[in-house]
């Protein structure tokens, strides 16, 4: 699903998190339930405001005290970006001499202006400055600029034009960075969708309509690598299940070390079933709606068959694997229900490849030789029989040869005891791997960086808490794990490592005002790269909520995390309404010690309120035991983890139980409708639906699947979907918000709901639509629109 949403003011918000299928008939329904509902819903909400309105309120308007001096926290104030951090990113520069030599160059961004730098010399000079491209009588705006490693050229990215939520369409030039001239990377009508520099230099992958096409720099010729590219077959970058669900990005071609061959994989979506989307205010002067139709596969049906094929560019030409290498001929894993999950170069000419069975309960290892197109199977894993599952990870990091490294090798996550952490694999081939670390905590997203001077490893982990993430170090051989951060300080931390891993882009998120090092890891010094000395005096002045972290203990094997904000010059006397924020998706975390002004800081403040999270069993960085638990049987453990939370809280003098309520997005809709269903309205009498899904059949099948099987496997599906209509009879009142145009969780997921509700001739509920918005709701001010609705609709039945 899903990824974590930051499209709106809340840390760590996940849409489900991540297309499409209807028939005509859906058409003309959406056209009626849009249009109809514009007028419908207008009157029924302006009753309701008119019985709520008369006579006297219940509950007097909040008016939070600010303290004298201090200023306000406002929505306004968060929109117009006070509370932003800023930071920079980076673009590390790699050179023959980067493994062994590393002199840390790399390009920061100045006002536009691209500066080269290094930590070991002072010299830095312009490389591009500029916001616009001139070429021809047109001029192109400036999106991105992707510098090639020997400073040479430069990939001027220009009008981008979004395609999914990692995927977009641009129209690319080629700067020589002598001259400063430019030229475009293709000729042709269609516009780029990708571009990727070979590590030498000398060549650029893309792709155009579905097809592969590599510039070679030195003669200045393009060759087309592909040609079935089209509707139906993706070559070079993933289809829309793919990019949502397994990559989280745009790309599927990957170039060997030594750039000469290039791995790219191919989807073929003629099976996959289409799923129909209306839009209906593109264009101001639209009559009929404009239908896309998108192949997306869900529950039990087909998925996107994916194979891959190598291209030698020494030799321009590409080649595959034949039918009866072992690869197409896996007992276990039938070829069309395969999912390739992750592609890394293990050497020049090899390459591995994890596949996983299409419920994800069967990992299996292939490492392919590109120059003699076979491959061999190196490894199997079975989780089918633990209830566990394997997630999708793209953390393999290669371990090059050397004098004291006789075997090119790999690092990569395994399950040790029920936690993730790192082990090492040389050779390649290996079955038995050294474990490099163990203990009841996990590493995040793998190796960070190795280090082939020193042979050290570097990692981020949850050792000391599974809200922080700090930085350490282990040398190859297992030994000798040292902390790089300070543990004893409460942080959060995330890094950028130069090419030969000398040197690192150290940024502090958290919870303290954010700011970035740059550190030499050889000779133990460091420099201040950004240290918002201007946001840390703007936080003086306001008047901001406070919030406390800790666990709470609600019966189960562990305690769950939880942070709770307050509200300004709060007062354990008095008695303030409640609002727990949810996600709560398999693996996710809402519970993060960063920095934050969000959403929740907002209705603390403008509302007096009280805002809690909590993350309940499935979510991640407390084991496998805590996670695996929701297999097969989503909506359950998880609602009642929020139940026996908010138990809690409402037991505390300083809660109003009768202004209680509960809100989150995509997943965390989900969860505030199954929690609401399971409720009754005996804890939460309120609560906000933004984005849900309602019926796990109607999801994606490759995230829904890994969690809950095919539905011809698991009968639990009906249990998981939101089903029990006549519960939510018992909650005052709850809201529902959705996008028409959403690719990720359909419209469809909305409006199956709401006919069960007509159904039931249940009336207690308020809908907002927003017209062509993708599942982020932010088309034609709808971003703005959203939040406004969630904060004034809270304000309105709380008061």
């Given amino acids: ?183 475009p990377l293709y000729d042709g009508d269609s516009l780029v969708a990708l571009a990727k520099w070979s590590p030498d230099s000398s060549s650029v992958a893309f792709i155009v309509d579905n097809n592969v096409y590599v510039k070679d720099l030195v003669s200045k010729t393009v060759h087309q690598v592909t040609t079935e590219g089209g509707t139906e077959i993706f070559y070079g970058k993933p289809d829309w299940v793919y990019e949502e669900e397994v990559f989280e990005g745009d790309t599927s071609m990957w170039w060997s070390p030594n750039s000469e061959f290039l791995t790219i994989l191919r989807f073929n979506d003629t099976l996959v079933p289409k799923f129909p989307i209306p839009y209906f205010v593109q264009h101001d002067d639209d009559i009929y709606p404009e239908l896309r139709e998108l192949k997306y596969p869900k529950p039990g049906y087909s998925n996107p068959k994916v194979d891959f094929v190598v291209y030698d560019a020494k030799n321009a030409k590409l080649t595959s694997l034949d039918s009866s290498d072992p690869f197409y001929n896996d007992e276990d894993i039938p070829n069309d229900e395969r999912l390739i999950t992750e592609v890394k170069w293990v050497g020049d000419t090899r390459f591995l490849l994890k596949i996983t069975n299409r419920e994800s309960d069967i990992l299996k290892f292939f490492i392919v030789d590109a120059s003699t197109m076979e491959s061999l199977l190196r490894r199997s894993d079975f989780g089918g029989h633990t ?19 006789p075997e090119d090798g790999y690092i990569d996550i395994i399950d040790v005891d029920g936690y993730d952490h790192l082990a090492y694999f040389s050779p390649p081939e290996t079955q038995t791997p050294l474990v490099l670390t163990s203990g009841e905590w996990e590493v995040v997203d793998g190796a960070a960086a190795f280090d082939s001077v020193t042979n050290k490893i570097y990692f981020i982990s949850t050792e000391k808490s599974s809200v922080e993430r700090h930085l350490y170090s282990i040398n190859l051989d297992g030994s000798n794990k040292t902390s790089i951060t300070n543990v004893e300080e409460k942080g959060w931390h995330s890094v950028s490592f130069s090419a030969g891993s000398r040197f690192l882009l150290l940024n502090y998120d958290g919870p303290g005002v954010p700011h970035q090092r740059l550190l030499d890891l050889h000779a133990n010094t460091e420099e201040s790269f950004t240290t918002n000395e ?74 007096d309120a009280v805002v809690v999270t909590v993350d309940g069993r499935g979510t991640g960085f407390k084991g496998k035991a805590f996670r695996n638990i929701v297999r097969d049987n989503l909506g359950h453990y998880e609602v009642i983890d929020q139940l026996a939370t908010a138990k809690q809280w409402v037991s505390k003098p300083y809660i109003d139980e009768e202004r209680t309520a509960i809100w989150g997005w995509s997943y965390g809709g989900y969860m505030t409708l199954k929690t609401l269903e399971a409720d009754k309205g005996n804890i939460f009498k309120y609560g906000m639906s933004v984005a849900p899904v309602t019926n796990w059949r109607l999801y994606d099948s490759v995230y829904t699947e890994r969690y809950m099987h095919t539905p011809q496997q698991n009968s639990g599906y009906y249990n998981s979907s939101v089903h029990e209509i006549a519960n939510f009879s018992g909650v005052k009142r709850f809201l529902l918000m959705h996008g028409t145009g959403d690719d990720n969780v359909h419209f469809q997921n909305s409006l199956k709901f709401l006919d069960m509700l007509d159904l039931e001739g249940l009336e207690n509920y308020d809908v907002h639509v927003f017209p062509d918005s993708d599942h982020s709701i932010s088309y034609h001010n709808a971003n703005r629109i959203v939040y406004d609705k969630l904060l004034n609709w809270l304000k309105k039945n709380w008061t």
């Fill in 1 to 183: 699903m899903m990824e974590y949403k930051n499209g709106g003011y809340e840390s760590g918000e996940r849409p489900v998190y991540r297309p499409q299928r209807l028939w005509n008939s859906f058409l003309v329904l959406s056209l009626i339930l849009v249009y109809g509902s514009s007028l419908l819903l207008g009157q029924i909400n302006q009753l309701y405001y008119n019985h709520k309105n008369t006579g006297a309120l219940k509950h007097k308007p909040a008016s939070p005290i600010v303290p004298e001096g201090k200023l306000p926290l406002t929505f306004q104030a968060l929109r117009n970006g006070t509370f932003a951090p800023e930071r920079k990113s980076i673009q590390w520069l790699r050179t023959d001499k980067s493994l062994n030599e590393d002199s840390g160059e790399y390009i920061v961004v100045d006002d536009g202006n691209y500066v080269l730098k290094s930590l070991t010399g002072s010299e830095e000079r312009s490389l591009f400055s500029g916001t616009s491209v001139e070429y021809g009588d047109q001029t192109f705006k400036v999106e991105d600029v992707v510098f090639s490693d020997n400073l040479k050229h430069a990939l001027i990215v220009c009008n981008k034009v979004k395609n999914w939520r990692h995927s977009f369409f641009a129209t690319y030039f080629i700067l020589d960075v002598e001259s400063q001239t430019t030229s």
């Fill in 387 to 405: 209830n566990s599952w394997f997630e999708i990870s793209h953390n393999l990091l290669y371990v090059p040869k050397s004098d004291t490294r």
């Fill in 534 to 607: 201007k946001l840390l005096s703007v936080l003086e002045q306001y008047a901001i909520p406070s919030r406390t972290f800790g666990e709470v203990d609600v019966g189960v094997e562990q305690k769950l995390n939880y942070h709770e904000t307050l509200p300004v010059n709060f007062d354990p006397s008095k008695k303030y309404p409640l609002l727990f924020f949810v996600y709560g998706g398999p693996g996710s975390q809402l519970v993060q010690n960063t920095f934050s002004v969000s959403f929740s800081a907002i209705v603390a403040a403008e509302l």
